[in-house]
Each structure stands twice: as structure tokens, then as C-alpha cells.
């Protein structure tokens, strides 16, 4: 079996009901927890802030892996390793001085992720990818969960897998949007590490069991 990492995404929760899917996740075979931070600025959305973080960070039993998309991050690291985030992710087209703001997450005792949107390419990773704990791959626009998978992903992770083991870095491969039972196969055969999935999970009719499927996949 793969060892690969499913990390189901609260954006698809159900917010009447959100302690009750983070139990859900807490008892079910995922490794974390994905948030998707939106300003409505970066991204056409806006999502949640650090009240409903802070008690998803209460209640949920597993590492948060932070996506922000978000102008500016380096404005709340900190509040966000205060939050409780084990990953931390950035967007490589919000940030002028990314060198910099790596190494400042990783500072405050966080691991440091990547994003690219689909349009941008892996190779512009080459002069920081020795430094980061994770590359997230956008496999849909960010801002909104359900949308469909963009294919041009697998050959994304093809070179950044390349680009990693080149450059020695440690760095696992995060694929977000769109995954679902039928791409998760070959995702994990062109190197992805971890997959997220909101939608896949949330409107299954037995989370729970999806949740298996995705773990379970080879
Ligand atoms: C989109 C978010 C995703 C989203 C994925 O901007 O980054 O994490 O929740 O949702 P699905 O899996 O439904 O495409
Ligand atoms: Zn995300």
C-alpha cells in the first residue's frame, strides 16, 4: 500500500453541524485536517477566519494543514502557529519575498508549503525547494470547492517530483481540487504524497468510508 496522506477540506463541511464532521475526520482513517483561508482579494472568495479556526484547532485531533489564500500572509504567521497550524502554505504568486517568508514560518516551529496555481510553472520552485516542507499543487482555480480537476496536474507533479529528488529537498507533493475516487490512482502513481478533497468526501453519502477509499487507494 502507498503511504500517501488524505486530508479532507472544511470548506465542504457542513457549518451547522462542523463539530460533528470534525469528529467525523478525528475517527476516520484521514491524516489532517485542510483549511482554506480566502480574503475575497487573492482568490473571488471569502471563507472563514481565526474564531472558527481556533475551535476546529479545539476539537480537531489531527496536524492542520493551512492553505491561506490570502494577499500579504506574512501578516498573521504568527497567529496562525498560535491557531494551531502544523503546515502552513502560501501561495507563490502572493508573496514578493518568498525566501523570506519560508524561513519565517519554519522559524515560528511550523512546516513551510508552497501553493502554485495551475498556470504557474514548477520550475519557478528551483531556487527554494530545497527549503520547503511542502509543495501544493492547485489542480482547480482557488476560491471554490467542487469544481472540476484540471488534467494538465499530472504532468506538474511529474516534474516537480524530478525537481525535488534534483534538488534533495524534502518536500512533499500536496494536490488540491477536484481529486476524487476515479483520478486518485494516478495522482499517487505521478508522486502526489497527500491528497486533499472536500467535495468527494462531504457530499459522500458515508464520509467515513470515502475517506478509507481515498487511504486505501494505490
Ligand atoms: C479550493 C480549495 C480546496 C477545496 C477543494 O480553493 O483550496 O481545498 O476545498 O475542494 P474540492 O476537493 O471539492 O475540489
Ligand atoms: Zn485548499
Redesign the pocket.
Known sequence: MSQHLVAP?L??ADFTRLGDDIEMVNRSEADWF?I?VMDGVF?PNISFGMPVIKAIGKTAKKPLDV?L?IVKPERYFETFRDLGAAYLSIHYEAVTHLHRAVHQIRELGMKAGVVLNPHTPVQLLEGIIADVDLVLLMS?N??????KFIESTYEKIVKLKKLIGEKHSPALIEI????DLKNAGKLLAAGADVL?????VFSSPDPPATIRALKHTV
Open positions: 477540506s470548506l465542504s485542510h482554506d482568490v492553505h489564500m482547480v482557488p476560491g471554490f470547492g467542487g469544481q488540491d481540487g477536484g481529486v486533499v478533497a472536500g467535495n468527494t
